[in-house]
């Protein structure tokens, strides 16, 4: 029995030197590429998160209520915590790195522990064209750091799905709703349905027969207090708008086969402009993502990534990285049980969502769960 116990702890002390190690080889490398450490809290103010993530954050992050400071959640990761820094700082540019514990909620069934240590950077920049580069730059070391263990790259695009819904010829209002739920695969292509022609108008009717303007009128007025910042009035013109938007400029079913070829497209990084041309005749914003797309191609062929073997997936991370809006990325270990080694991308729309006078800012991030290194 003490055998056991004595070895048991033999491999734990093992563990954590390993881990130590790891640490120390990742942080020189960080420092070699100028990224400069910074310290974050663990306690964040929650209506900051509420604001980006909606009322789903409750879902996956631990809140709490201070009676001093509030209801605060501890981070869920690393992202808008060193967004908050940089901003704070005033500089114009930044490349940070941070290592600590996040806490995020996990189903049962999960093998990922609540609690996981975690390295992660993020690049802040204001060049526009700039952009394409600092997306390799963080791409190429998060491969460095991972060159020692056998991993599998996957990356994606989410300005290759934004740019195609933008394309299609139906109202702002349908666009805006099939954006909001890119995250959220099940709604969107819901969304999508009900919102094309291959709905009938009487099966349209039947989404929306309980919802005349009486009736949400009647519903609104007895249900006591409202609280947010919708009124009862906002409510029932919302409702309204819902209704003849059901109706009108349905998106057609050429356009609704375009949006599904987009997100099937999955293959090598090596092919994937070249099948993202022929899924239809790219008009000029579709074609500027690819252009993109094709740039960043080349400084990772340049870097000696090798393009075959790296997948390609319009749709990667839609349902994990829900702030990110550009280019992703993650390294996957053999084990598929495991989730990914490191994941990251590009989230300029939250950027500027909360850097109110810093036009152009955007930023790439990416972090590495430390404690699976060994399982890998």
């Not at 940089?86 to 999960?110: H, P």
């Not at 108008?201 to 006591?224: L, P």
């Not at 074609?287 to 997948?311: C, F, H, M, P, Q």
């Not at 109110?356 to 699976?372: H, T, V, Y």
Request: glycine fraction near 6%.
């Amino acid at each position: 029995m003490f055998e056991i116990e004595n070895r048991g702890q033999k491999e734990n002390h093992r563990d954590l030197i390993r881990l130590d190690e790891e640490k120390k080889r990742i942080f020189k490398i960080f420092e070699k590429s100028d990224l400069i450490e910074v310290n974050v809290p663990s306690l964040l103010n929650a209506s900051e998160l509420l604001d980006l993530y909606g009322e789903d954050l409750r879902l996956r992050a631990y809140t709490t209520s201070d009676p001093v400071l509030g209801e605060q959640v501890l981070r869920p990761d690393f992202t808008l915590p060193i967004l908050m820094y940089f901003l704070e700082s005033g500089r114009k540019e930044a490349k940070y790195f941070c290592c600590g514990n996040i806490w995020r909620r996990q189903k049962v069934s999960s093998i990922v522990p609540s609690e996981q240590l975690q390295v992660g950077f993020e690049f802040f920049d204001k060049t526009r064209n700039e952009k394409v580069i600092r997306d390799v730059e963080a791409y190429l070391l998060v491969k460095k750091i991972l060159k020692k263990f056998k991993v599998k790259a996957v990356t994606g695009d989410l300005q290759i799905l934004t740019s195609a819904i933008n394309e299609l010829n139906t109202s702002e209002y349908k666009k805006n709703a099939l954006k909001r739920h890119i995250w959220r695969p099940e709604r969107f292509k819901r969304l999508l349905e009900i919102f094309s022609n291959s709905r009938r108008d009487y099966q349209k009717r039947s989404i929306i027969k309980d919802f005349d303007k009486f009736s949400v009128e009647k519903a609104v007025n007895k249900s006591g207090p409202i609280f947010g910042i919708r009124t009862k009035r906002d409510i029932v013109e919302r409702t309204e708008l819902i209704k003849k938007e059901l109706f009108e400029n349905p998106i057609k079913n050429t356009d609704k086969s375009f949006i599904e070829k987009v997100q099937g497209v999955n293959s090598s990084l090596l092919d994937a402009p070249k099948i993202l041309k022929s899924v239809s005749e790219a008009s000029k914003k579709f074609s500027l993502a690819i252009d993109n797309l094709e740039k960043r191609i080349d400084l990772l062929e340049a870097g000696k990534v090798n393009l075959k073997e790296t997948e390609f997936m319009v749709t990667y991370g839609m349902t994990t990285l829900e702030y990110y809006d550009g280019f992703v990325f993650g390294f996957l270990g053999k084990n598929m049980r495991l989730p990914p080694i490191a994941q990251g991308g590009r989230y300029d729309r939250l950027c500027q969502s909360l850097a109110k006078n810093e036009n152009g800012l955007g930023a790439i991030g990416s972090m590495i769960r430390l404690d699976f290194l060994h399982k890998i």
